[in-house]
Antibody, heavy 117, light 111 residues
Framework: QVQLVQSGAEVKKPGASVMVSCRPSGYSFAGYYMHWVRQAPGQGLEWMGWINPKGGTKSAQNFQGRVTMTRDTSTSTVYMELSRLTSDDSALYYC???????????WGQGTMVTVSS | QSALTQPPSASGSPGQSVTISCTGTSSDVGGYKYVSWYQQHPGKAPKLMIYEVMKRPSGVPDRFSGSKSGNTASLTVSGLQAEDEAEYYCSSYAGSNNPYVFGTGTKVTVL
């Protein structure tokens, strides 16, 4: 069964950073782009950025300077770190794989990040 | 980058059809063939239903179809079933500067 498995829920204080991981299972994503999408409670989806197979990244303008995406080729795991957290960053964070061109065709289960003092 | 505009809600009785619109600009929906649609049930991750405007991934029923005219894309669900009740989001590629934008989401209710 092909799936993306994400790390568990996190609680962080304002100003801190959070790192979320995403590991493929049942399929090799070595040659594919991986994306990060977030969803605040009761809100819509927001694209955050992608990391390509060579480790190059592109982030949405809203997150430039605050988001860092990396990938560990030895474990096929991708990571997303978001810094300088505020309460507005409390959301579900999803990784999504792009096996179909410019399409998010497989999604992780989501990681809840709560920012609270 | 502004979100694509979708109606907040749509509804239909079992067996009927419902069509959801997704309006953008010539810089996103109107400029590229990379429009996709996602279904999200409460508490679940989104699921790809349509890609490249009108293509269906393996396993998605042919009751789901997509189209595009100008800056507006549409998703039609024919022969509505109870399990189709969900939130639906469109997404479009929007060029290299700010590559992807999602729609505002549409809650589909099966009456």
């Amino acid at each position: 069964q092909v799936q993306l498995v994400q790390s568990g829920a996190e609680v962080k204080k304002p100003g801190a950073s959070v790192m979320v991981s995403c590991r493929p299972s049942g399929y090799s994503f070595a040659g594919y782009y991986m994306h990060w999408v977030r969803q605040a409670p009761g809100q819509g989806l927001e694209w955050m950025g992608w990391i390509n197979p060579k480790g190059g990244t592109k982030s949405a303008q809203n997150f430039q300077g605050r988001v860092t995406m990396t990938r560990d080729t030895s474990t096929s795991t991708v990571y997303m770190e978001l810094s300088r957290l505020t309460s507005d960053d409390s959301a579900l964070y999803y990784c999504a794989g792009e096996r179909l061109l410019k399409t998010f065709d497989i999604w992780g289960q989501g990681t809840m990040v709560t920012v609270s003092s | 980058q502004s979100a694509l505009t979708q109606p907040p809600s749509a509804s239909g009785s079992p067996g009927q059809s419902v069509t959801i619109s997704c309006t953008g600009t010539s810089s996103d929906v109107g400029g590229y063939k990379y429009v996709s649609w996602y279904q999200q049930h409460p508490g679940k991750a989104p699921k790809l239903m349509i890609y490249e405007v009108m293509k269906r991934p393996s396993g998605v029923p042919d009751r789901f179809s997509g189209s595009k005219s100008g800056n507006t894309a549409s998703l039609t669900v024919s022969g509505l079933q109870a399990e189709d009740e969900a939130e639906y989001y469109c997404s479009s590629y929007a060029g290299s500067n700010n590559p992807y934008v999602f729609g505002t989401g549409t809650k589909v209710t099966v009456l």
